[in-house]
Antibody
């Protein structure tokens, strides 16, 4: 079964750091690009970051550029999001997502994790 | 960045109704558009990609159309399990951007 499982969320003070993880199983993780998408409480979806299968191509949303770092370890079938200098507005459910059934990001994301909640508050 | 505008923001409909949701891009994106369904507390589910291609396993009552800047998602006969929030997403260029969402509610 294809599965993505996020972890690492929690409560952190403004200015703090957190590292999210996404464990992949049931497919050849190293062959697929990955994304992070977030959703603030009661709000819509916001794409956060993209990393290609080999980590050679990385993109970020302007709202997180310079503060967040996406990375992956294909040997461990894992995706990461290092979040530094966190702000109140980073409070959200964070999902990892991928396109597995052919093509890449341009065909949308057909596999999603269940999400992990990040709360930034003093 | 490409802005995506969905309308309406909410719609009340009955089982069996035909529902149409529109999405407009701030600049041309060819056919690089995806539609998602999200239910409360759940991850989004991909319905349509490349504007009109039905994702595997998605019922045929869902269809998508459009190109350039104007797109539509149509549910031909609304079913009880279709009450949810729907999002469009442009996949033409980074940063990938979503529309604000359309909540389909029970009339």
């Amino acid at each position: 079964e294809v599965q993505l499982v996020e972890s690492g969320g929690g409560l952190v003070q403004p200015g703090g750091s957190l590292r999210l993880s996404c464990a992949a199983s049931g497919f050849t993780f190293s062959s697929y690009s990955m994304n992070w998408v977030r959703q603030a409480p009661g709000k819509g979806l916001e794409w956060v970051s993209y990393i290609s299968s080999s980590s050679s191509t990385i993109y970020y949303a302007d709202s997180v550029k310079g503060r967040f770092t996406i990375s992956r370890d294909n040997a461990k079938n894992s995706l990461y999001l290092q979040m530094n200098r966190l702000r109140d507005e980073d409070t959200a459910v964070y999902y990892c997502a991928s396109r597995r059934s052919g093509g890449d990001y341009y065909y949308g994301m057909d596999v999603w994790g269940q999400g992990t909640t990040v709360t930034v508050s003093s | 960045d490409i802005q995506m505008t969905q309308s309406p923001s909410s719609v009340s409909a009955s089982v069996g109704d035909r529902v149409t949701i529109t999405c407009r891009a701030s600049q041309g994106i060819s056919s690089w558009l995806a539609w998602y369904q999200q239910k409360p507390g759940k991850a989004p589910k991909l319905l349509i990609y490349a504007a009109s291609s039905l994702q595997s396993g998605v019922p045929s009552r869902f269809s998508g159309s459009g190109s350039g800047t104007d797109f539509t998602l149509t549910i031909s006969s609304l079913q009880p399990e279709d009450f949810a929030t729907y999002y469009c997403q442009q996949t033409n260029s980074f940063p990938l951007t979503f529309g604000g969402g359309t909540k389909v509610e029970i009339k």
